[in-house]
């Protein structure tokens, strides 16, 4: 069994700063792209940041230079640190792994989801 444990998520005032942790436990092989997808109310789920298993990354236009993605594979963990938070920053965020657990097949892997809330 695999699992996504996020935690970091709440309230913040615009301007502020906020760090999202995630981490992955179980019988884990391999732990390749790991990201963050954020969905407000009433908008589909996107892309926010995305790390390769070798420390690349892609950010959406909308985060880019305030947002920063990062791993630390000795703990099978992701962050997001977020900066410079805007109200339409808000949204609950997912974190994602695509890992190969031993005795499953390859797979894509789902957090419960976190809430952020920027309002003054």
């Known amino acids: 069994q695999v699992q996504l444990v996020e935690s970091g998520g709440g309230l913040v005032q615009p301007g502020g700063s906020l760090r999202l942790s995630c981490a992955a436990s179980?019988?884990?092989?391999?732990?390749?792209?790991m990201g963050w997808y954020r969905q407000a109310p009433g908008k589909q789920r996107e892309l926010a940041a995305v790390?390769?298993?070798?420390?690349?990354?892609n950010y959406a236009d909308s985060v880019k230079g305030r947002f920063t993605i990062s791993r630390d594979n000795t703990k099978n963990t992701v962050y997001l640190q977020m900066n410079s938070l805007k109200p339409e920053d808000t949204a609950v965020y997912y974190c994602?792994?695509?890992?190969?657990?031993?005795?499953?097949?390859?797979?894509?892997?789902w957090g419960q989801g976190t809430q952020v809330t920027v309002s003054s």
């Open positions: 179980g019988r884990l092989f391999n732990i390749y792209d």
């Open positions: 994602n792994a695509d890992i190969w657990a031993l005795g499953l097949r390859r797979n894509d892997y």
């Open positions: 790390i390769t298993s070798g420390g690349g990354t």
